[in-house]
């Protein structure tokens, strides 16, 4: 059997290959500048200490004195965590800093469901405040849960995944940290794949099977699932595109039963 490569082909594996080679430029590039400011902060935190030890040294009354403490980053103060004057430790949190251009989202999901989460899935961004959606892409998945109690009191283990924000910083200028957004992470992507309510379908025997609707009569078909969410399932075969099913049939409903649309 001889195959062809066409031209259309080549270049949709083309920008393929052009979208990810970008998307791990930008991740290297983002993991340059952390490295960068681990590095400056570890700089500073030395001359500061330096700059500690040197006034311990000269002073001989053993009086504690102020002095000024300076940022080891250019930012935004996002948080005062100690407002009133007063001695300090060594070490304890006095403001905390940020760059609000350089912002990222932090979503913890059920670990059942990170499973299927895989670095450098597409996101859709909503409710976030602005108008549209935004466009972003997992980075990151962490490989560590931890236990959280949901709004019914039921404990759950839930995992971050990390969200590179795509769309152009002008767009979402108003975010800013802390704040709650919704996300949509896509884990599962085919085109041309018949989707149905996942309450049309039940079990018989092995088999997941739907009543279609012909000619106003309810008609027993045998389906093969292909993915199936809260809502919706996937199919490969059993229905045509455009067929009507029963949703949540009842046990009255039988093979050659006459039904009828119910209105809402």
Do not use: C
């Not at 976030?128 to 490989?143: C, I, Y």
């Not at 704040?179 to 149905?196: C, G, K, L, P, S």
């Not at 009569?217 to 389906?223: G, N, P, T």
């Amino acid at each position: 059997m001889s195959m062809r490569i066409t031209g259309r082909h080549l270049g949709i594996a083309a920008g393929l290959t052009l979208e990810r080679a970008e998307l791990a430029a930008r991740l290297a590039d983002r993991d340059l500048r952390a490295a960068e400011f681990q590095d400056h902060a570890a700089e500073h935190e030395i001359s500061q200490l330096r700059a500690l030890l040197a006034r311990y040294g000269n002073d001989s009354s053993g009086q504690p004195e102020s002095w000024g403490v300076t940022a080891p980053v250019a930012g935004v103060v996002l948080k005062v965590a100690q407002e009133s004057e007063t001695i300090v430790q060594p070490g304890t949190p006095l403001l905390d800093i940020g760059d609000g251009r350089d912002l990222e989202i932090v979503v913890d999901v059920l670990s059942t469901d990170a499973v299927e989460i895989r670095p450098g899935a597409d996101v859709t961004i909503d409710h976030w405040g602005g108008e549209g959606k935004l466009k972003g892409r997992v980075r990151r998945v962490e490989p560590a849960a931890f236990t959280k109690i949901s709004t019914l009191g039921v404990e759950e283990q839930r995992v971050n995944v990390l969200v590179d924000i795509l769309s152009p910083p002008e767009q979402w200028a108003r975010l800013g940290d802390a704040y709650q957004v919704d996300v949509q992470i896509t884990v599962f992507a085919r085109d041309e794949t018949n989707i149905i309510p996942a309450g049309a379908l039940f079990r018989r025997e092995e088999s997941w099977n739907v009543y279609a609707v012909k000619d106003g009569r309810a008609e027993l078909r045998q389906i093969e699932l292909l993915r199936r969410s809260g809502r919706l399932a996937a199919i490969t075969s059993g229905l045509a595109p455009g067929e009507q099913v029963i949703i949540y049939p009842s046990d009255r409903v039988a093979p050659g039963i006459r039904v009828a649309q119910r209105s809402r």
